[in-house]
């Protein structure tokens, strides 16, 4: 008996609007806004980093949930033509 196949977390939009919305954020806290005289530059350096850290992790996370559904699309083909086989 097989349960009825829920979609891949890759495959979800979640994920991929959070990488966005990371890259996005970051890189306007890095490109130098100075609208109060330069008193929010230390502050969007260290956000900028946070923010492409937190891409980067996200971004990972992406990658290996990407490569593990591709793993599993492979199983089932497999373990499907081994049961045409038999």
């Given at each position: 008996?097989?349960?009825?196949?829920?979609?891949?977390?890759?495959?979800?939009?979640?994920?991929?609007?959070?990488m966005i919305a990371c890259?996005?954020?970051?890189?306007?806290?890095?490109?130098?806004?100075?609208?109060?005289?330069?008193?929010?530059?230390?502050?969007?350096?260290?956000?900028?980093?946070?923010?492409?850290?937190?891409?980067?992790i996200l971004f990972a996370?992406?990658?290996?949930?990407?490569?593990?559904?591709?793993?599993?699309?492979?199983?089932?083909?497999?373990?499907?033509?081994?049961?045409?086989?038999?």
């Open positions: 008996m097989r349960l009825p196949r829920v979609p891949h977390p890759v495959d979800r939009p979640g994920l991929v609007v959070s890259a996005g954020l970051g890189t306007l806290a890095a490109s130098g806004w100075n609208g109060d005289g330069g008193r929010f530059q230390p502050v969007a350096a260290v956000l900028a980093v946070v923010l492409f850290a937190c891409f980067l996370v992406f990658w290996v949930g990407w490569l593990m559904r591709g793993h599993e699309v492979w199983r089932e083909e497999r373990r499907g033509a081994g049961e045409k086989d038999s």
